[in-house]
């Protein structure tokens, strides 16, 4: 293996890579990109009460019951019967795959107090007992634990050394894949220096214990031909055996869904142009004590069980029953929604267990539960039980698992006007999708809540800062006031809009005296346009008198006129009487 | 009437270290364990499952099962004096 093949590995995939063995341990085999090289032997080496010999006995497990390897199990430390009672309490029925002839256990036992060196001698002896035991049961995998216990049992350094690597070389010819463990010393990987044999794969185990609490974590310090993780990881050992927990995993290419999630509050709701929170994306709610984290929560919750959504809520605070009766206040009947089996609680107090219990222990209950919807409530109370960088990684891959998963998650975070909780805003929220910010504003002597939206990504939203109240009938978001003298909330909103009301008041008075008046004016003036109507009527009466009386003159007056034209025409023949005395028509 | 020896010997193959181991032990119970001893061999390359019963290790080892307790001596047993005393003939020092 040099640098030239790896090189070669990430330019043509097509080229044969390093064949790899699967551990079936949880997630190792996602850091090691497939598991441990197979063929070869792999040094697992760490200190006391590390897990190393779980470890190896979980590969052989595993192997044996998942891979249909059969594996061969050396214990140089502890006695058969010791270990199959020892994982027992783990699941791992060592008697059965025994019997199965899927595993052999054997035990090596060197006491120097029995045994006296004299001359040149090899260890051919644990080389036919080996191959006897793997050939015996076809074994592909083996372990080796602790061969270091060869140095105490016999003293010449020099034949053990040499054996040893014999010993390694041998295991690569039967082609088994092997795990030796060694206990780690001073200066170098192991006491015996055996990391100079095993050069193929190395792990380091850790156990370390930070104020009180312990961690283990896991570190592939090498590994020929292969890509891997580089970094520590953390891993647990429970009842199920050993989880190791990628830090993140090693790509960003989860799905994303453009749906959307209503918070439960309308209002809310409503500063998000789409109506909501993203499906699956992570939500941080972060404020000062009191401001109404876990009412936030609790209606988010409410909302998505309302929806016939499963909800797990995680309660680091305050306990489930405490939580309901609390909700309850506001307008919220959690309970119902747990009878139904849509909500669970998991509350736990940070100082239980470490982080990394804790992750695992969210992890199960999520995958055992399926939720669409989780609540981390609040989160920087984990702070009590890890380092600020350690809550952060957790939290990366918390919010890793649930983007998979496509679960909303929704994060309370209190911040107080410390530097420390201040980071924890800021590590936390580069990871969070969408980030309300609960803050006090205090006026007048009086304090109420403001609450904006610091970030959402993916959409646009309302730059307003709104104010929140809590009331009996629950959460309520209400534009703030703009007064003349800035943002006015509570008492003082309220003061503000009296007055406004009032004002209306006032003017709604004065503009029914103006319209009165209109009115007035209005009627006045019809008066007047009667009158003038009358009197042009009369006007008018006269006008035509004058024209009748005219008019008749002028009948009267051509009558006369041919009267006196017919009787001058007449001359003295005759007067008809009938002429003299017609009277003609009068035109009107 | 001495105690019976009961020895047994573990070889892999025809070896060097395993020819002059058996021939040292011979030697050794000729002189100071005559007539009191049996000496088994057994070689593992063709009987391996007979190695995890007296839990060997190295070869060649000599197993003394009698007289209690048991004792292991590993290597071609050149050095006497380490034997003699590794098979209680002599006393520790």
Redesign the interface.
């Known amino acids: 293996m040099s640098v030239k093949r790896e090189t070669s590995l990430r330019l043509n995939k097509k080229l044969t890579a390093l064949p790899k063995t699967k551990t079936g341990i949880n997630g190792l085999d996602e850091i090691t990109l497939g598991g441990l090289p197979s063929g070869r032997p792999t040094l697992i080496c760490g200190g006391p009460g590390c897990g190393k010999t779980l470890f190896s006995l979980e590969f052989i497990v595993r192997g044996a019951e998942d891979f249909n390897e059969p594996g061969v199990f050396v214990a140089f430390e502890e006695k058969a019967d010791e270990i199959l009672m020892n994982v027992a309490s783990l699941g791992f029925d060592l008697e059965r795959l025994q019997n199965e002839k899927k595993i052999r256990m054997d035990y090596i036992h060197i006491d120097k107090t029995e045994i006296e060196e004299t001359g040149e001698y090899d260890l051919e002896g644990l080389f036919i007992r080996l191959g006897y035991a793997i050939d015996s049961i076809g074994a592909k995998r083996v372990v080796l634990d602790t061969i270091e216990n060869l140095f105490a049992g016999l003293s010449n350094e020099g034949i053990i050394r040499a054996e040893l690597r014999r010993l390694f070389r041998w295991l690569k010819d039967k082609g088994v894949t092997a795990i030796i463990t060694g206990e780690k010393g001073k200066e170098s990987l192991t006491r015996q220096g055996l990391e100079e044999y095993v050069s193929d794969c190395v792990i380091l185990l850790d156990h370390r214990v930070i104020n009180q609490i312990s961690t283990r974590r896991l570190r592939i310090v090498k590994y020929r031909g292969s890509l891997h993780g580089t970094n520590e990881y953390p891993f647990l050992i429970d009842d199920e055996g050993i989880s190791v927990l990628p830090v993140t995993s090693l790509k960003l290419d989860k799905p994303v869904s453009s749906d959307t999630i209503s918070s439960g509050i309308g209002a809310l709701d409503e500063m998000f142009p789409m109506g909501g929170f993203y499906k699956g994306s992570s939500i941080l709610v972060s404020g000062t004590a009191g401001t109404g984290k876990t009412s936030i929560a609790a209606s988010f919750v409410n909302q998505a069980c309302l929806k016939k959504d499963k909800c797990l809520f995680f309660a680091f605070e305050e306990s489930p029953a405490q939580i309901i009766r609390n909700m309850r206040s506001i307008g919220m009947d959690l309970q119902k929604h747990v009878d139904k089996g849509l909500l669970q609680f998991y509350a736990s107090r940070p100082t239980m267990f470490g982080l990394e219990m804790h992750l695992v222990a969210i992890h199960k209950a999520i995958q055992k539960f399926k939720p669409k919807v989780v609540v981390l409530d609040p989160i920087t109370n984990l702070i009590t039980v890890g380092s600020f960088s350690d809550v952060k990684a957790m939290l990366v891959r918390l919010i890793d698992f649930l983007q998979n998963e496509q679960i909303t998650v929704m994060f309370t975070a209190l911040t107080l006007n410390t530097v420390v909780s201040e980071q924890t805003d800021d590590g936390v929220s580069s990871l969070v999708d969408a980030w309300l910010y609960i803050k006090d504003i205090e006026l007048n002597g009086e304090r109420n809540r403001g609450l904006y939206i610091m970030k959402s990504r993916g959409m646009h939203h309302s730059n307003q800062v709104r104010e929140f109240l809590i009331t009996s009938k629950g959460l309520e978001l209400v534009d703030v006031y703009l007064g003349p003298e800035g943002i006015l909330t509570g008492s003082a909103r309220e003061a503000q809009m009296l007055q406004e009301e009032t004002g209306q008041v006032l003017h709604t008075y004065a503009v029914s005296r103006k319209d009165r008046e209109l009115l007035r004016k209005r009627k006045v003036l019809e008066a007047k346009i009667e009158s003038l109507k009358s009197e042009f009527e009369s006007a008018e009466e006269e006008l035509n008198k004058i024209y009748t009386e005219e008019e008749i003159k002028r009948s009267v007056m051509e009558e006369n006129r041919q009267k006196i034209t017919e009787i001058r025409k007449a001359g003295g023949k005759f007067l008809s009487g009938k002429q003299l005395n017609g009277k003609s028509k009068i035109k009107k | 009437m001495e105690q019976k020896y009961e020895l047994r010997l573990?070889v892999?193959g025809k070896?060097q270290?395993s020819v002059?181991?058996l021939s040292n032990l011979k030697k050794y119970c000729e002189e100071h364990l005559s007539g009191q001893y049996s000496i088994e061999v057994v070689d593992?390359?063709l009987q391996?499952?007979l190695?995890?019963g007296d839990?060997?290790?190295?070869?060649?080892?000599l197993v003394k099962k009698v007289p209690e307790?048991?004792?292991?001596?590993?290597?071609?047993?050149?050095?006497k004096e380490?034997?003699l005393?590794?098979l209680d003939i002599r006393p520790r020092s």
């Open positions: 573990y892999a070896t270290k002059t181991a593992l390359l391996p499952q190695a995890e839990q060997i290790l190295a070869i060649p080892t307790p048991v004792r292991k001596i590993i290597g071609d047993l050149s050095n380490k034997v005393v590794g």
